[in-house]
Protein backbone atom coordinates (compact mmCIF):
# COMPACT_ATOMS: atom_id res chain seq x y z
CA UNK A 1 0.00 0.00 0.00
CA UNK A 2 1.42 3.42 -1.20
CA UNK A 3 1.53 6.22 1.19
CA UNK A 4 2.15 9.53 1.52
CA UNK A 5 3.52 11.31 5.05
CA UNK A 6 3.37 15.03 5.30
CA UNK A 7 5.49 17.07 7.43
CA UNK A 8 6.83 20.76 8.10
CA UNK A 9 3.56 22.71 8.43
CA UNK A 10 2.55 25.22 11.36
CA UNK A 11 2.31 29.10 12.46
CA UNK A 12 4.76 31.03 10.89
CA UNK A 13 4.77 35.08 10.56
CA UNK A 14 3.75 37.60 7.53
CA UNK A 15 7.15 37.36 5.59
CA UNK A 16 8.19 34.09 7.44
CA UNK A 17 9.58 30.88 5.89
CA UNK A 18 8.39 27.26 5.97
CA UNK A 19 9.51 24.10 4.21
CA UNK A 20 7.13 21.46 3.28
CA UNK A 21 8.45 17.46 2.90
CA UNK A 22 6.12 14.54 1.34
CA UNK A 23 7.85 11.48 1.49
CA UNK A 24 6.29 8.19 -0.38
CA UNK A 25 6.42 4.89 0.64
CA UNK A 26 5.51 1.55 -0.23
CA UNK A 27 7.30 -0.89 -2.64
CA UNK A 28 7.12 1.98 -5.29
CA UNK A 29 8.86 1.46 -8.71
CA UNK A 30 8.23 5.02 -9.87
CA UNK A 31 6.59 8.24 -10.01
CA UNK A 32 5.76 10.19 -12.95
CA UNK A 33 5.34 13.59 -10.54
CA UNK A 34 4.65 14.78 -7.15
CA UNK A 35 3.39 18.02 -6.33
CA UNK A 36 1.15 20.21 -3.50
CA UNK A 37 -2.17 21.79 -3.49
CA UNK A 38 -3.66 23.65 -0.92
CA UNK A 39 -7.56 24.02 -0.08
CA UNK A 40 -8.64 27.32 2.31
CA UNK A 41 -11.80 27.50 3.75
CA UNK A 42 -14.31 28.21 1.46
CA UNK A 43 -12.76 27.59 -1.53
CA UNK A 44 -11.58 25.13 -4.38
CA UNK A 45 -8.48 22.88 -4.14
CA UNK A 46 -5.92 24.88 -6.09
CA UNK A 47 -2.22 23.69 -7.40
CA UNK A 48 0.62 24.99 -5.54
CA UNK A 49 3.62 23.57 -7.82
CA UNK A 50 4.10 19.91 -9.30
CA UNK A 51 7.66 18.51 -10.68
CA UNK A 52 7.95 15.42 -12.81
CA UNK A 53 10.74 12.48 -12.91
CA UNK A 54 12.17 14.91 -15.44
CA UNK A 55 12.48 17.79 -13.28
CA UNK A 56 9.97 20.18 -15.13
CA UNK A 57 8.07 22.39 -12.98
CA UNK A 58 4.73 24.07 -12.99
CA UNK A 59 3.60 26.89 -10.58
CA UNK A 60 0.26 28.04 -9.68
CA UNK A 61 0.53 31.54 -10.61
CA UNK A 62 0.09 33.34 -6.64
CA UNK A 63 3.16 31.71 -5.91
CA UNK A 64 5.64 32.26 -8.64
CA UNK A 65 8.66 33.89 -6.94
CA UNK A 66 8.05 32.70 -3.79
CA UNK A 67 7.66 28.82 -3.67
CA UNK A 68 10.53 26.69 -4.99
CA UNK A 69 9.33 22.82 -5.29
CA UNK A 70 12.63 20.32 -5.57
CA UNK A 71 12.22 16.23 -5.65
CA UNK A 72 14.38 13.42 -4.66
CA UNK A 73 13.70 10.73 -7.13
CA UNK A 74 15.80 8.05 -5.16
CA UNK A 75 14.16 8.56 -1.79
CA UNK A 76 10.64 9.58 -3.59
CA UNK A 77 10.36 12.70 -1.26
CA UNK A 78 8.99 16.16 -2.69
CA UNK A 79 9.97 19.27 -1.22
CA UNK A 80 7.83 22.64 -0.95
CA UNK A 81 10.35 25.96 0.60
CA UNK A 82 7.92 28.62 1.04
CA UNK A 83 8.88 32.26 1.37
CA UNK A 84 7.72 35.74 1.75
CA UNK A 85 4.40 34.33 2.97
CA UNK A 86 1.21 35.78 2.99
CA UNK A 87 -1.66 35.50 4.69
CA UNK A 88 -3.48 34.27 1.67
CA UNK A 89 -1.14 31.43 1.83
CA UNK A 90 -3.19 29.93 4.75
CA UNK A 91 -4.74 26.46 3.80
CA UNK A 92 -4.04 23.10 4.09
CA UNK A 93 -1.53 21.68 2.24
CA UNK A 94 -1.87 18.23 0.54
CA UNK A 95 1.22 16.46 -1.06
CA UNK A 96 0.05 14.59 -4.48
CA UNK A 97 2.01 11.75 -6.33
CA UNK A 98 0.73 10.86 -10.09
CA UNK A 99 1.24 7.90 -11.76
CA UNK A 100 2.79 5.90 -9.05
CA UNK A 101 3.43 2.42 -10.00
CA UNK A 102 4.53 0.15 -7.33
CA UNK A 103 4.69 -3.84 -6.75
CA UNK A 104 1.26 -4.53 -5.61
CA UNK A 105 -0.12 -1.93 -8.73
CA UNK A 106 1.53 -2.07 -11.70
CA UNK A 107 -0.85 0.21 -13.46
CA UNK A 108 -0.43 3.91 -12.64
CA UNK A 109 -2.28 5.49 -9.78
CA UNK A 110 -2.44 8.74 -8.13
CA UNK A 111 -2.19 9.30 -4.21
CA UNK A 112 -2.71 11.92 -1.85
CA UNK A 113 -1.49 12.74 1.57
CA UNK A 114 -3.85 14.06 4.30
CA UNK A 115 -2.98 17.25 4.55
CA UNK A 116 -0.12 19.92 6.57
CA UNK A 117 -1.78 22.62 8.08
CA UNK A 118 0.07 26.21 7.14
CA UNK A 119 -0.98 29.17 9.10
CA UNK A 120 0.42 32.78 8.46
CA UNK A 121 -0.59 34.89 10.85
CA UNK A 122 0.98 37.32 13.24
Known amino acids: QVQLVESGGGLVQPGGSLRLSCAAS????????MGWYRQAPGKQRELVAAITSGGRINYGDSVKGRFTISRENAKNTVYLQMASLKPEDTAVYYC????????????????WGQGTQVTVSS
Open 96 to 111: KAVGVRSRSRLAPYDY
Open 26 to 33: GSIRSIDA
